[in-house]
């Protein structure tokens, strides 16, 4: 259970209820929405989310974003997001627990696991590597949607956001990350 309130559409003040109703227009509530409602400026903060993952997709392709982002996700362990991803792995097609991927893709899921796990240590050879498939202004998009989406991550696994009603069959295939079970507490 969430550890803060879901704003409901009725409960909303006039600022949420303007956000709220433009969600349900295009059918988007979900509980994430529903907790980044207990503020607007913080709610408009994260809906900047949406600009740098459709900016992601016009630099590198919808497969490889949504690979990209499962690769963060399952690495930082948010089942939320870990599980909006799965179901759009599989919406592609593939099995969650059986990728393979091409060499771009490839970088691309180091990338994202590099950055989640320790970002100062970045090798200077995966960067070289990311440099053969994209250029420094593809590349700040690349790393500016990677903190967009730890800070997502860590926004639902904070707070328990709920996992929405459409992932509950799901919810088996989310396998927490141990990488942190070594690190000194």
């Not at 980044?36 to 490889?64: F, H, P, Q």
Request: glycine fraction near 4%; charge should be negative; include cysteine.
């Amino acid at each position: 259970m969430a550890r803060i309130k879901l704003v409901e559409q009725k409960e909303a003040t006039k600022a949420e209820r303007v956000r709220y109703d433009e969600l349900a227009e295009r059918n988007a509530v979900t509980n994430m929405k529903k907790g980044l409602l207990n503020d607007a400026a913080t709610y408009d903060a994260y809906m900047a989310w949406y600009t740098s993952w459709n900016r992601l997709v016009e630099v590198i392709g919808e497969k490889d974003a949504i690979l990209y982002a499962h690769a963060i996700s399952t690495t930082n362990s948010c089942q939320l997001c870990s599980l909006f991803f799965i179901s759009d792995v599989k919406g592609l097609g593939l099995d969650p627990e059986n990728l393979e991927y091409d060499e771009k893709e490839a970088v691309l899921v180091e990338l994202g696991q590099a950055i989640v796990t320790d970002p100062t240590s970045v090798s200077d050879e995966l960067f070289e590597r990311l440099k053969t498939f994209f250029q420094d202004k593809e590349i700040v998009v690349i790393v500016g949607f990677a903190g967009q989406m730890i800070a997502t991550n860590n926004f639902n696994s904070v707070l328990q956001i709920d996992v929405d009603k459409r992932l509950l069959p799901l919810i088996n295939e989310f396998k927490p990350a141990t990488w942190r079970d070594n690190l000194k507490k």
